[in-house]
């Protein structure tokens, strides 16, 4: 059981270029999510997904696109990266439907943009 | 709108040492609240969690919280701290209801140095 699995790890991208960073959970859950963390401002919520075929915004999605794949994956692109965009990159899912259940989080993804 | 403080930025304490982090939280009814662990360079690990029940729930590593309703406040405990306890920890609300509201509220986080 992997968990949750990121890719890149560390991604260092010019101002203007695209990315996409892909996540993958092994857990069956339903619920997938897309945070950024930045020094003292905590976990921000950019996207989630409350289950296969369903995104809605959170309270950062300016920038950034989602895409749930299927059950299993889900991806957060960034059209023309910013270096505002400069951050660590976590992907969380979670059990039990309904309601909210434990999150479990994949080790991050370090972008830097120039 | 559900909000999380973590009054203390960053604690140091020796080892060995009790350990009390603070967390309070703004919600309307009753929530869900979790604490989460992150030691340097990766991801969030959940150290533990109340739905409901006992308001003292215990959790991994030898740490507990307790849900005090009256005071909005979850904190950490842990009555003697490990040099391997130094990390980054942050309390984190969900609402209790079912229906379509998944999102998680996290603190800022406080972060703990242990001395030797």
């Known amino acids: 059981n992997a968990g949750v699995t990121q890719t890149p790890k560390f991604q260092v991208l010019k101002t203007g270029q695209s990315m996409t960073l892909q996540c993958a959970q092994d857990?069956?859950?339903?619920?997938m999510y897309w945070y950024r963390q930045d020094p003292g401002m905590g976990l921000r919520l950019i996207y989630y997904?409350?289950?296969?075929?369903?995104?809605d915004k959170g309270e950062v999605p300016n920038g950034y696109n989602v895409s749930r794949l299927n059950k299993r994956e889900f991806s957060l692109r960034l059209e023309s990266a910013a270096p505002s965009q400069t951050s660590v990159y976590f992907c969380?899912?979670?059990?039990?439907?309904?309601?909210?259940?434990?999150?479990?989080f994949g080790p991050g993804t370090r972008l830097l943009v120039l | 709108a559900q909000s999380v403080t973590q009054p203390d930025i960053h604690i140091t304490v020796s080892e060995g040492a009790s350990l009390e982090l603070r967390c309070n939280y703004s919600?309307?009814?009753?929530?869900?609240l979790f604490w989460y662990v992150q030691s340097p360079g990766q991801g969030l690990q959940l150290l533990l969690k109340?739905?409901?029940?006992?308001?003292l729930v215990q959790g991994i590593k030898g740490f507990e919280a307790e849900f005090k309703r009256s005071q909005s406040s979850f904190n950490l405990r842990k009555p003697s701290v490990h040099w391997s306890d130094a990390a980054e920890y942050f309390c984190?609300?969900?609402?209790?209801?079912?229906?379509?509201?998944?999102?998680?509220?996290f603190g800022k986080g406080t972060l703990l140095t242990v001395n030797p």
């Open positions: 969380a899912s979670s059990e039990a439907v309904p309601g909210i259940g434990s999150q479990y």
């Open positions: 857990m069956n859950h339903n619920s």
């Open positions: 997904s409350a289950s296969e075929g369903t995104t």
């Open positions: 919600y309307g009814a009753t929530p869900y």
């Open positions: 109340y739905f409901s029940g006992d308001t």
């Open positions: 984190a609300v969900g609402p209790n209801s079912g229906g379509s509201n998944y999102k998680l509220t």
